[in-house]
């Protein structure tokens, strides 16, 4: 216990430090969040017997194999610069 009320809290991004292990589990939150999703409405799609959102994400992929690529590219160069030594 402090000598103020209210020390031991941190006053809003004062205290947050984004270092490249912060910022890769962000990423794998996100992918693991947005794959989670994914299967949950495939799995919804398929008692319901419509079409899955996955298969609008694979025909879109197909569609723009350049624009996957870059992104491929961009997340690659992304974790080698946060991982490299």
Known sequence: MGTCPGEDVADGWSDVNLTPEAILSLIATAG???????????????????????????SFVRRFPRGTYVLAVLIGMVLGHLLWP
């Open 32 to 58: 693991v969040g947005i794959a989670f999703l994914l299967m949950l409405e495939e799995a919804v799609a398929l008692r319901q017997g419509r079409d899955p959102m996955s298969n609008a994400v694979r």
